[in-house]
């Protein structure tokens, strides 16, 4: 344990143990708490509104959390974290502070640090507004509690020796922000909510980054009933948070959660809990032009079945990873293997929406290309096995020079229902357009693409790879270059840089793309 010292650090969030702790705290009598545990040593006792936590002589702690009560051994302080369900990063200061006073609070500092205040230190203040009123950890990231605690934290740096229990924990080490790639980097927190299928969503919660219990016979097990969806927070350049076109993604999965008989999430429930997944993990958000945090909302059937049928209960789910580059190398060209046996979906099935199952298809295919040194699969449709259809996880662009020097863009047609309706495909098409480049939603075969040289451009593009320029295409044993095989040409680059330039804010947004995350209110 560290001690407090220097000046006081900038709160970037507190979390409470319990929605009314300190009115649970003057309710609860040292008398009827004796009465009712009588010579027990040890115990948890339940009331309406909170747990309490008794030692020999004392109370040590107050939780929020009703449930049957249990019993422990004095000694045994593992069972008595785990009951209070303490998270694993701020577990140690709780551990601290349970020896000798009330814990009360866990304040998240910008230099990432875990500070751990008492009840005392919250006495009389209202506990609003809290990011999940429902939940037994509660989240504040503005109002009277990071007043309260920014108070207290400057009150006591330096006084370590006349207020005993104060202490500092280390939270999970940032990665290097230079070196980071597109792979899993677990986070502080993610949301999380359940609901009987057909009913309403309940109030999800803000809890800390964890695994889940669910039976082994969850049709999302068992049958894939599952979606996910993929967005990004970045940050401006003047340090703002921003996500692009989040109600797209909300939209995305509704449509594909009636499609696999899922619970829909409401859009504007989507959004609040992307936005509280995003406030809690704000100090996981890469720097300007360093990566973003990508946004995995999860919606799965995990009531156990045994039928092929849709499962009882649905879990609704964002976890959050800070990211690099999906492709590394940034804007350098790529290099795609067309296969000439399999196909990534088929008419009337499943390609146009977020279904786990399209991707894990792809696996094996994506292990070997990656081996034999590519960085993707262009898949061909499934029935003439001619037309490029979609690039692994992203949508394929082909770029057409005419004569007069004027460029027009192909791209495989949503109608089939073989492809993911990519919400940045929907944005470069509107930028292309409005720049005055023709587009056409078809797409040429593939035999045509490799021996015509007219197709001077190609690309794909997506949420993480945004726009990826394609230098050469293997089919049969032959490979297709554009241009010098390593360069992205001018279309690539303007629709990259335009794109790129709108997300961050750097480019006026004149299409209303762009939605700014308040990090410090509760709106």
């Not at 032009?289 to 609704?316: C, H, S």
Request: with cysteine; charged share 20%; hydrophobic share 40%.
């Amino acid at each position: 344990m560290s001690s407090i010292s220097g000046t006081a650090p900038v709160i970037r969030k507190v979390t409470i143990r319990g929605t009314d702790q300190i009115g649970a705290r003057r309710r609860m009598t040292d008398q009827a708490a004796k009465e009712y545990l009588g010579s027990k040593r040890y115990g948890v006792l339940k009331t309406d509104v909170a747990r309490v936590i008794r030692g020999t002589d004392s109370w040590k702690a107050f939780f929020i959390n009703p449930l049957d009560e249990v019993l422990f051994p004095k000694e045994n302080i593992d069972s008595l974290i785990s009951v209070a369900g303490l998270d694993v990063q701020t577990e140690s200061a709780f551990r601290a502070l349970i020896k000798q006073d009330h814990p009360g609070a866990i304040v998240e500092t910008t230099d990432g640090r875990l500070v751990a205040l008492r009840l005392d230190d919250f006495e009389g203040v209202a506990l609003t507004p809290t990011i999940d009123p429902t939940s037994n950890m509660q989240t504040f990231v503005s109002g009277p509690v990071l007043e309260r605690a920014e108070r207290r934290l400057s009150e006591i740096i330096g006084t370590e020796e006349t207020n005993p229990g104060r202490v500092t924990v280390a939270h999970n080490a940032l990665p290097n922000w230079d070196t980071i790639r597109f792979a899993l980097t677990p986070t502080d927190s993610m949301v999380i909510t359940q609901a009987a299928a057909g009913e309403p969503w309940p109030a999800f919660k803000v809890v800390p980054f964890q695994h889940l219990k669910i039976s082994l016979s969850a049709s999302a097990l068992n049958y894939g009933q599952q979606l996910f969806e993929g967005m990004k927070a970045q940050r401006t350049k003047d340090g703002r948070v921003v996500l692009f076109r989040p109600l797209d993604n909300a939209r995305r999965m509704k449509g594909g959660a009636e499609r696999i008989l899922l619970n829909p999430v409401p859009e504007e429930y989507f959004l609040a809990a992307v936005t509280a997944a995003v406030r809690a993990n704000e100090r996981w958000i890469p720097p300007y032009g360093k990566g973003a945090l990508y946004i995995r909302p999860v919606l799965i059937g995990d009531g156990g079945v045994v039928g092929i049928n849709p499962g009882p209960q649905d879990t609704f789910g964002i976890l959050c990873t800070p990211v690099g580059p999906y492709f590394q190398g940034g804007m350098k060209a790529i290099s795609l293997l067309v296969p000439e046996d399999y196909h990534r979906s088929a008419p009337g099935n499943l390609g146009y929406i977020k279904a786990g199952g399209n991707y894990t298809a792809g696996m094996m295919l994506a292990r070997d290309a990656h081996a034999a040194g590519f960085a993707e699969i262009l898949y061909l449709d499934a029935i003439k096995n001619l037309y490029p259809d979609e690039v692994g996880a992203a949508n394929f662009i082909l770029v057409y020079k005419h004569k007069n020097g004027d460029r027009t863009i192909f791209t495989p047609p949503l109608e089939n229902g073989t492809i993911l309706p990519g919400v940045t495909r929907r944005s470069w098409i509107q930028i292309a357009r409005d720049a005055g480049i023709e587009v056409i939603e078809k797409i040429p075969t593939i035999n045509r693409i490799m021996k015509d040289e007219r197709f001077v451009e190609a690309g794909c593009s997506g949420t993480a790879a945004v726009i990826s320029p394609i230098g050469k295409i293997q089919y049969k044993g032959a490979t297709r270059e554009f241009g010098d095989g390593l360069t992205p040409g001018s279309v690539m680059r303007m629709l990259h840089g335009r794109l790129t330039a709108i997300q961050l804010l750097e480019a006026p947004d004149i299409y209303g793309w762009v939605h700014e995350v308040n990090m410090r209110s509760i709106a």
